[in-house]
């Protein structure tokens, strides 16, 4: 029996800082737990407007760090995602309504949540938080975004891999 490829994906605005690390950080996580060969990612942003730059260069900086290199190009969503993604997390508020308005039918929005319901440190705040754009802050914001990647990457794998 051929097992069917997941795919999972992060969606922010620009897809140049917070999806585009998201999507770094699972990458990393997935090969070092040999499951490639069942999952994948990507990433996207509900703007066209860095469709074809690589990451921001803090972005790049702060996941080299962590060796994670980022050669992402930006692209902006596009409707057949919904196809070819079985779960897509959105940054925020702003993208989750973004990307619902191009959805088709219930089973389309039953694809998307947000990133942070996976995020351990949600539950303790009684609410599911946002993503903050790190993109006119310092290093410190891209730092403090990775680190939420980091604590949350391991939730989305094991969501995916458990029996729903």
Known sequence: MKIEKKGVLFVCHGNICRSPAAE????A???KE???DRIFADSAGTSDEHEGDLPHPVTRRVAITYGIDLDHK???FRKSDFKDFELILLMDSWNFRNVASLAS???DMA???MYRSFDPESTKLGRVPEVPDPYYGGIEGFEQVHAIFER???HILQWILSER
Not at 24 to 27: L, M, P, S
């Open 111 to 113: 694809r998307l949540r």
């Open 34 to 36: 040999k499951v490639t």
């Open 152 to 154: 949350t990457s391991p």
């Open 74 to 76: 930006s692209r902006p």
């Open 24 to 27: 770094g950080v699972f990458q």
């Open 105 to 107: 039918s219930d089973k």
């Open 29 to 31: 996580l997935i090969r």
